[in-house]
């Protein structure tokens, strides 16, 4: 492997006690300063791998508030920087209430090694709600969840952190329709086989490609705690469990970690990337990042996908069994130019060293031992002016043909993004971004094999992990346009305002669009001449139209260990269809806006409300 844990664990030999090295999950709002403070060109530039350690956060709030820079910080600014160091520090031996949390610290043996323990508690409640006045309908979800960790230090090099939590969660949704995993019309051989595909809406009681599940493998409801099911459509139970074991060194040049976390890839704003999104799930995985030089970095990480329990634990799994392997080189000039290549595959589980390996190419090397596996590559590229803001483009490629019909073709599985950060210095940490995305049709899926290593079996290979995505939110054959604002105008307080606008093709019924789903195949024949095979974005069948708008905002109330947080808004969505069936003629055709049963208008409102206990 990229790394072993012998490796890790001898070198746990210090005579020096460290800062932690545990990871900070990347829903912290500290990521979104540093990425401020970065664009303002207050601190170096920051790794493109994350999630980051706490030792890195620390290091970098330091170098922001005793630099030269610190001078270009408004208050609110340094108070905020201040109450996280504070957060991230060195706690004191005992218990404290106030972070509800335990530390202490011992020598192992007579030796000068120092093993630290910090163990605590915390919680989360959330309750939401989905009104759509036109249809009667009202949708109401919960999350309730309980976590207790036990994270600490092995000596001065070597860091370890558990984290469980168990809850109980109601995720409403509802059935659209039927699609297939081709095209209506395909014709089954061999080992291309279409399928049936029960759609279901995203998540009624939230807004629409924004919640992440939280629960490990299955859930359970209340009167059959037995079963493995997929999904809380009712009052379940579920848990989840995360481990990291962590080792740094030459001054956090050096990084590799076993564990299983969410991560979040490249030069791109959080939430952004193509490549490895944190609204991925997590799964484990065995990485390094070496930084030898301010201008190059390198990240590589292989880790075993998580199957999506739909059809039972034995069945759903069968056919997934896969690993998946990927190498970031980045190259920096200064904080002004930023690039990254992405080198990732998706492979059926099985000793394969090239792919472990971070001095192979993923992509060149699967020439040399066959065509079984899912390749993509990323290319991000950033400018950036200090103080003003950046601009970005990033590039997927699944599968690609370069031709005339470059972008006509559904062999052209790209996905792209162009964006723009601009800074906001007369507010603390605030910022206004705007991105356009478009993720073509296919991208992200890939056909069903045999495979030799598992009897002949069809074997998936899509870019998803536990049914979802490793890459951008949105599925294929969709867009979205974003505008965001965010800023936090007080040491306790961050505020959001963010507008979208995703176009998505159907996935089922009379319009369906094939290659508009995760689990969507392309016909592996006529890829070039096939007239079904041709793209014509809102022009070859049904599409919604999502308009989004939404506020929110987050209170950590003085003196009080107790995080407020809500967020409202309204989702505004209709479909347009061609008067001709979709996707025949292979060429595009005029569309309009429609109302029907199958596709309906709607106006929604959404309200999520909550509170954090002892928030981490």
């Given at each position: 492997?990229?790394?072993?844990?012998?490796?890790?664990?001898?070198?746990?030999?210090?005579?020096?006690?460290?800062?932690?090295?545990?990871?900070?999950?990347?829903?912290?709002?500290?990521?979104?300063i540093l990425e401020q403070a970065e664009t303002r060109g207050l601190c170096s530039p920051l790794p493109g791998s994350k999630p980051y350690t706490q030792n890195i956060i620390v290091k970098t709030i330091k170098e922001i508030l005793y630099s030269d820079n610190a001078g270009k910080l408004r208050s609110a600014e340094r108070i905020i920087l201040e109450q996280y160091l504070d957060k991230?520090?060195?706690?004191?031996?005992?218990?404290?209430?106030?972070?509800?949390?335990?530390?202490?610290?011992?020598?192992?043996?007579?030796?000068?090694?120092?093993?630290?323990?910090?163990?605590?508690?915390?919680?989360?409640?959330?309750?939401?709600?989905?009104?759509?006045?036109?249809?009667?309908?009202?949708?109401?979800?919960?999350?309730?969840?309980?976590?207790?960790?036990?994270?600490?230090?092995?000596?001065?090099?070597?860091?370890?952190?558990?984290?469980?939590?168990?809850?109980?969660?109601?995720?409403?949704?509802?059935?659209?329709?039927?699609?297939?995993?081709?095209?209506?019309?395909?014709?089954?051989?061999?080992?291309?086989?279409?399928?049936?595909?029960?759609?279901?809406?995203?998540?009624?009681?939230?807004?629409?490609?924004?919640?992440?599940?939280?629960?490990?493998?299955?859930?359970?409801?209340?009167?059959?705690?037995?079963?493995?099911?997929?999904?809380?459509?009712?009052?379940?139970?579920?848990?989840?469990?995360?481990?990291?074991?962590?080792?740094?060194?030459?001054?956090?040049?050096?990084?590799?970690?076993?564990?299983?976390?969410?991560?979040?890839?490249?030069?791109?704003?959080?939430?952004?990337?193509?490549?490895?999104?944190?609204?991925?799930?997590?799964?484990?995985?065995?990485?390094?990042?070496?930084?030898?030089?301010?201008?190059?970095?390198?990240?590589?990480?292989?880790?075993?996908?998580?199957?999506?329990?739909?059809?039972?634990?034995?069945?759903?799994?069968?056919?997934?069994?896969?690993?998946?392997?990927?190498?970031?080189?980045?190259?920096?000039?200064?904080?002004?130019?930023?690039?990254?290549?992405?080198?990732?595959?998706?492979?059926?589980?099985?000793?394969?060293?090239?792919?472990?390996?971070?001095?192979?190419?993923?992509?060149?090397?699967?020439?040399?031992?066959?065509?079984?596996?899912?390749?993509?590559?990323?290319?991000?590229?950033?400018?950036?002016?200090?103080?003003?803001?950046?601009?970005?483009?990033?590039?997927?490629?699944?599968?690609?043909?370069?031709?005339?019909?470059?972008?006509?073709?559904?062999?052209?599985?790209?996905?792209?993004?162009?964006?723009?950060?601009?800074?906001?210095?007369?507010?603390?940490?605030?910022?206004?971004?705007?991105?356009?995305?478009?993720?073509?049709?296919?991208?992200?899926?890939?056909?069903?094999?045999?495979?030799?290593?598992?009897?002949?079996?069809?074997?998936?290979?899509?870019?998803?992990?536990?049914?979802?995505?490793?890459?951008?939110?949105?599925?294929?054959?969709?867009?979205?346009?974003?505008?965001?604002?965010?800023?936090?105008?007080?040491?306790?307080?961050?505020?959001?305002?963010?507008?979208?606008?995703?176009?998505?093709?159907?996935?089922?019924?009379?319009?369906?669009?094939?290659?508009?789903?995760?689990?969507?195949?392309?016909?592996?024949?006529?890829?070039?001449?096939?007239?079904?095979?041709?793209?014509?974005?809102?022009?070859?069948?049904?599409?919604?139209?999502?308009?989004?708008?939404?506020?929110?905002?987050?209170?950590?109330?003085?003196?009080?260990?107790?995080?407020?947080?809500?967020?409202?808004?309204?989702?505004?969505?209709?479909?347009?269809?061609?008067?001709?069936?979709?996707?025949?003629?292979?060429?595009?055709?005029?569309?309009?806006?429609?109302?029907?049963?199958?596709?309906?208008?709607?106006?929604?409102?959404?309200?999520?409300?909550?509170?954090?206990?002892?928030?981490?």
């Amino acid at each position: 492997m990229r790394i072993t844990v012998l490796a890790v664990l001898l070198c746990a030999c210090s005579v020096l006690f460290s800062q932690n090295h545990v990871s900070v999950h990347l829903d912290s709002q500290i990521y979104h300063i540093l990425e401020q403070a970065e664009t303002r060109g207050l601190c170096s530039p920051l790794p493109g791998s994350k999630p980051y350690t706490q030792n890195i956060i620390v290091k970098t709030i330091k170098e922001i508030l005793y630099s030269d820079n610190a001078g270009k910080l408004r208050s609110a600014e340094r108070i905020i920087l201040e109450q996280y160091l504070d957060k991230y520090a060195k706690p004191d031996a005992g218990i404290n209430w106030q972070k509800g949390a335990w530390y202490a610290e011992a020598p192992v043996g007579n030796s000068d090694i120092f093993l630290s323990a910090n163990a605590g508690v915390s919680a989360d409640i959330e309750g939401s709600a989905g009104l759509y006045p036109a249809s009667a309908e009202h949708h109401f979800g919960t999350e309730v969840w309980a976590h207790a960790y036990l994270k600490g230090d092995i000596g001065n090099y070597v860091s370890y952190g558990f984290i469980g939590e168990g809850g109980l969660m109601k995720v409403p949704r509802t059935i659209l329709g039927k699609g297939n995993t081709y095209y209506e019309s395909f014709e089954s051989h061999g080992e291309y086989q279409n399928q049936d595909l029960t759609v279901v809406s995203e998540p009624l009681a939230h807004f629409p490609y924004s919640y992440k599940k939280r629960w490990d493998g299955s859930v359970f409801f209340l009167n059959k705690l037995s079963s493995l099911e997929y999904w809380p459509e009712e009052i379940a139970g579920g848990y989840g469990l995360q481990a990291e074991l962590t080792a740094s060194f030459f001054d956090d040049r050096l990084m590799m970690r076993m564990g299983r976390m969410s991560h979040e890839w490249g030069s791109t704003p959080l939430c952004r990337s193509l490549a490895f999104n944190k609204m991925a799930r997590p799964f484990f995985g065995i990485e390094a990042g070496f930084n030898p030089f301010s201008w190059f970095s390198i990240a590589s990480l292989t880790g075993a996908l998580e199957y999506y329990n739909t059809k039972g634990e034995k069945e759903s799994s069968k056919t997934f069994q896969n690993f998946y392997s990927l190498t970031m080189l980045q190259f920096r000039y200064k904080n002004y130019l930023f690039f990254d290549f992405i080198d990732a595959v998706v492979w059926p589980k099985r000793f394969e060293l090239g792919y472990m390996a971070p001095i192979i190419s993923n992509f060149f090397y699967q020439n040399n031992i066959g065509d079984f596996d899912n390749m993509a590559i990323t290319l991000n590229l950033k400018a950036q002016y200090p103080g003003l803001g950046n601009i970005w483009f990033s590039l997927f490629i699944d599968e690609v043909d370069i031709n005339t019909r470059l972008f006509e073709l559904d062999r052209s599985m790209l996905a792209m993004q162009a964006g723009a950060i601009v800074s906001l210095p007369f507010l603390a940490f605030s910022s206004i971004t705007l991105s356009y995305t478009k993720v073509n049709p296919y991208c992200y899926g890939h056909n069903r094999n045999f495979n030799p290593w598992y009897g002949n079996l069809i074997m998936e290979t899509a870019y998803i992990n536990n049914g979802v995505s490793l890459g951008h939110y949105i599925p294929p054959n969709s867009d979205e346009l974003l505008i965001g604002f965010k800023t936090m105008p007080a040491k306790n307080l961050a505020a959001h305002l963010q507008y979208q606008m995703i176009r998505h093709g159907a996935s089922y019924g009379s319009g369906e669009v094939d290659g508009s789903s995760l689990l969507s195949e392309l016909d592996p024949s006529g890829r070039s001449t096939n007239a079904i095979l041709t793209r014509y974005f809102l022009q070859d069948g049904a599409y919604q139209w999502m308009h989004i708008i939404r506020m929110g905002a987050e209170w950590n109330l003085p003196r009080l260990p107790v995080v407020l947080f809500g967020e409202a808004g309204t989702i505004i969505s209709y479909f347009t269809n061609i008067a001709e069936q979709a996707n025949i003629t292979g060429e595009p055709h005029p569309y309009s806006i429609i109302d029907t049963p199958e596709y309906p208008k709607s106006t929604g409102f959404v309200v999520t409300l909550g509170v954090r206990i002892f928030p981490r």
